[in-house]
């Protein structure tokens, strides 16, 4: 996950903060930050042109058998 506060045209403060997202054990669709990791959010402002900006990016993948043959091309169309 990458947080920063973002004033419309860039992030202020320098780069992206990020922090790696677990999956819950009972449940995989619940993704969290690790409770003992800080985030500190420094010099935000509350202004309209001022927003916290959260990215999540994640990859998705197919089961597949080991005999099933398919076109990867059209699968990352």
Do not use: C, Q
């Not at 790696?20 to 309209?48: H, M, Q, R, T």
């Not at 990859?59 to 091309?73: A, Q, R």
């Amino acid at each position: 996950m990458l947080l920063g506060l973002h004033n419309g045209n860039t992030v202020l403060g320098g780069d992206w903060l990020t922090f790696n997202l677990l999956e819950d054990s009972d449940d995989k669709d619940i993704l969290y930050v690790d409770p003992d990791e800080k985030i500190n959010i420094n010099g935000f402002v509350a202004d309209v042109y001022m927003a916290l900006v959260l990215i999540i990016e994640y990859d998705l993948g197919t089961p597949v058998s080991k005999e099933t043959h398919f076109n990867s091309y059209a699968m990352m169309r």
